[in-house]
């Protein structure tokens, strides 16, 4: 085989494949893959390199094959051995194959296999992605103190900065429950007493705040269905259809992401104005549905992921685009869309500067403008405030925390390609 | 494939876009001209508007010690914000990172403040910054410290509003852990098995890889912090004695309070040069340190 063309090259491959399974066995190390060379970044391995070069494999026990024991001194490990690791030489040039343990499969001590490459067996190569280490016995009680120690520090910080974000919360609350004549109390109590229930009723009746939730809620469900429409058809667009200039306007899309709010804000009032829709829910509702860049960008990432084979066959058969979209790419992406909801819901819930340009009457106020209005209005009311704080809070929070894991991965999604 | 398919799917492409293109020329391009001819008028918009030449930029440049002062307290404000919240999001994320029992919860719990920005964000901690009663000086007072008034003391208003928008570093922080999660493990079994410890590898490993994520929020950070509005305009309405008077809330007082249209709008692409400026410099420099992983197979 040595010194054949690439032909031979894939029969040396077949050999080695074989080779190792039969070792694999031997030694009790799962190596199906063994053979298998992963590319990547190579790790060098000084202390295992010495043992090869140090060992003197018997030659001439096959044609192309070298049998070789490899040992040494694993700064990690300790001693290791191999029992019988093996050699194979393929092509002149080609990697050999290596597998190494310290025991027999249910051995107690320490243990790893992995998967080397030499160039005319003087240098060996680690190659990580084939390596795993196994830890299945006790090597060390220091190892298991100083594993308890850590995870002592690590539990130690992370109380230390959830009492950092929890604590304004729990105070927001206890804040809540304070009649009038305790808020101001210094050094603050923690505990309220007497709890004063009725700073809730009380704070959400001074100003309308049913009537601000349900005006958000329009305009959420509004900006939702407007984006749901319009994202799904353009993410598809951008995922699916190839057409000269799509990668252009892609990026320019991405770009249109960085455009701060205030330099079109102008222009734009004027043009609602201009249509008498200033003082109405319109302006908040009628962008979306031209699409938001972020989600048609997590839309487009998802549509990537989901298999074309799915569609080629409905397309052999007939189908339009559209058809395709709305029964086999709109069940499949429901997590996305869910995904885009939420996070379209929670901006419009805390969305300040728009509405504040384009809700005038107190009537039409959404949840934040409402909040606003409140605190200016009744500034000292801290028990009454942060009471109305809480309720407001409340839905976004609740939303969170049934779809966390959309809301997550939404996010990293974003993050992930930027 | 035959031409007239490719033309087909060419023409269905631009038609499934055609929504975004629109809003693209309606709310984007068109505004963005507009407002670029706006900034060369005069215009309180009851009386026509008058062409002006570069008389607006004039002003600011020269007479309006108002807009280098929004500028100057916008620059300090992202200055000082964006490496801190880079620094808290990375050691959150390697904290919540952490393969220990509950960590779920604990992750749950250091997003939470991102969750709730908005007006209640900002009414909560002018209750938390409250002289008086306020958690912040109650704790200070524990330890023996007299807080100073905060949001109420032109020295202390900045700072207490860069303090006041890091608790909410959950959100840079869910980026790096995306990040951090997608570092093969494999890395650092390697670089155990030649003998390199926890700093070594977070040096040679980690970071390196971290760096499209810390790239991603860099970028973010600065194009958020110089849209910086509801803070300011809740809690202190730019005050006091202008200690907050951030750009936005700046062009929003010119255009909606003095109704002065076309200087809020030489203000406002000012504003986006700057955005635009930072984000090319960033983008440009980042091929010097920012490192990908399909690079190194």
């Excluded at chain 1, 029969?11 to 053979?35: F, I, K, N, P, T």
């Excluded at chain 1, 060379?37 to 190579?42: N, Q």
């Amino acid at each position: 085989m040595r010194g054949q063309g690439t032909g031979a090259g894939s029969q040396g491959a077949g050999d080695r494949r074989q080779e190792s399974g039969v070792r694999g066995q031997e030694m009790g190390v799962g190596l199906s893959s063994g053979a298998v060379v992963h590319a990547g970044c190579g790790a060098s391995l000084p202390w295992l390199r010495h043992a090869v070069q140090g060992a003197k494999p018997p030659r001439g026990t096959g044609d192309e094959k070298t049998r070789s024991i490899l040992s040494g001194t694993s700064p990690l490990l300790g001693e290791v051995e191999s029992k019988d690791a093996v050699i194979v030489q393929a092509a002149p040039a080609s990697f050999d194959c290596a597998a190494l343990r310290s025991g027999p499969p249910d051995s107690t001590q320490d243990a790893y296999a992995g998967v080397f490459r030499t160039d005319g067996a003087r240098k060996v190569r680690f190659f990580p992605n084939s390596l795993r280490i196994f830890r299945t016995g006790g090597s060390a009680g220091g190892g298991r103190r100083s594993a308890i120690v850590r995870r002592l520090i690590v539990y130690g910080l992370l109380g230390a900065g959830s009492l950092v974000f929890l604590l304004p919360l729990i105070f927001m609350i206890s804040s809540s429950l304070k009649p009038d004549y305790q808020v101001f109390d210094f050094p603050p109590r923690l505990i309220p007493n007497p709890a004063a229930w009725q700073n809730y009723p009380q704070a959400l009746t001074y100003v309308p705040f049913g009537r601000f939730a349900l005006n958000t809620l329009i305009i959420a469900v509004g900006a939702i269905i407007g984006n749901l429409l319009s994202c799904t058809l353009v993410a598809y667009g951008f995922a699916r259809l190839r057409a000269p200039g799509r990668e252009a306007l892609f990026m320019l899309m991405l770009a249109t992401m960085m455009l701060p709010y205030p330099v079109t804000m102008i222009p734009v009032y004027i043009i609602f104005k201009t249509l008498r829709w200033v003082n109405t829910f319109l302006p908040l509702i009628a962008p979306a549905f031209f699409g938001s860049p972020f989600y048609i960008f997590l839309l487009r990432q998802f549509f990537l992921n989901i298999p074309r084979e799915l569609e080629d066959a409905a397309l052999i058969d007939g189908a339009s685009r559209l058809q395709i979209l709305y029964r086999i790419i709109i069940p499949l992406a429901m997590p996305a869309l869910a995904a885009i909801a939420i996070f379209n819901f929670q901006g419009v819930w805390n969305d300040f500067l728009p509405p504040l340009l384009y809700l005038h009457d107190r009537s039409k106020y959404t949840i934040a403008l409402g909040l606003n209005f409140f605190r200016s209005t009744y500034n000292v009311r801290w028990g009454y405030l942060m009471a109305a704080c809480v309720v407001t809070m409340l839905p976004v929070v609740v939303v969170f925390f049934l779809a966390q894991k959309q809301f997550i991965e939404g996010i990293s999604v974003s993050g992930l390609k930027g | 494939m035959p031409p007239p398919t490719r033309r087909r799917e060419a023409l269905l492409f631009y038609l499934f876009i055609s929504p975004w293109l629109a809003g693209l020329l309606i709310f984007v391009a068109g505004p963005m001209l507009a407002s670029l001819y706006l900034s060369l008028t005069r215009w309180d918009l009851l009386s026509p508007s008058r062409f002006i030449g570069l008389a607006n930029y004039q002003e600011m440049l020269t007479g309006d010690p108002l807009f280098w002062h929004s500028l100057r307290v916008t620059t300090i404000y992202t200055l000082a914000y964006v490496p801190l919240d880079l620094v808290g999001g990375l050691a959150c994320a390697l904290l919540v990172n952490q393969k220990v029992r509950g960590i779920g919860l604990f992750r749950t719990v250091f997003y939470l403040p991102s969750v709730i920005a908005g007006v209640g964000y900002v009414v909560l901690w002018m209750w938390l910054l409250n002289p008086q009663a306020g958690l912040v000086n109650a704790l200070l007072h524990h330890v023996g410290i007299q807080g100073p008034r905060w949001l109420q003391d032109p020295r202390w208003a900045l700072p207490a509003m860069i303090g006041m928008s890091l608790w909410g570093v959950g959100r840079s922080m869910v980026i790096f852990l995306a990040g951090l999660q997608d570092i093969p493990s494999h890395l650092y079994e390697a670089a155990a098995i030649d003998g390199a410890g926890r700093w070594p590898s977070f040096w040679r490993i980690t970071l390196p890889l971290l760096t499209p994520a810390i790239l991603f929020n860099l970028i973010l950070g600065v194009i958020n912090t110089f849209q910086t509005f509801t803070n300011a305009f809740i809690a202190t309405d730019g005050g006091p004695l202008d200690a907050t008077l951030f750009f936005v809330l700046y062009i929003y007082r010119k255009a909606f309070q003095h109704f002065a249209m076309g200087y809020a709008s030489s203000l406002a692409w000012v504003l986006f040069l700057i955005v635009f400026i930072c984000t090319l410099v960033i983008f440009r420099t980042s091929g010097r340190w920012v490192f990908y992983r399909g690079e190194m197979e």
